[in-house]
């Protein structure tokens, strides 16, 4: 994924968070009501931002991974037969 995509994706939840935080944080609800919705939003959010962290990080490990199969092949077509 390209760093502009990251960035929209990371825009739109944050864009998202700070909504439901408005929008709790104006409701007419009580104190208790208000808090367990926070809690459940806040463990919902931090689920989703935690799939979204190990599918970057598969994507990175996998980027990481062709590159370095990439620098191996370059370095044995360098090398000469002798050594090989």
Partial sequence: MSNSSGKIVFGFVFGAAVGVAA???????????????VSEMSKEYSDD??????EKFDELKGYVKEKTDEAKERVKKAMPEESK
């Fill in 49 to 54: 931002l935690g799939k979204q962290f190990n």
């Fill in 23 to 37: 929008g709790l944080l104006f409701a007419p609800t009580s104190g208790k009501e208000t808090r367990k919705k």
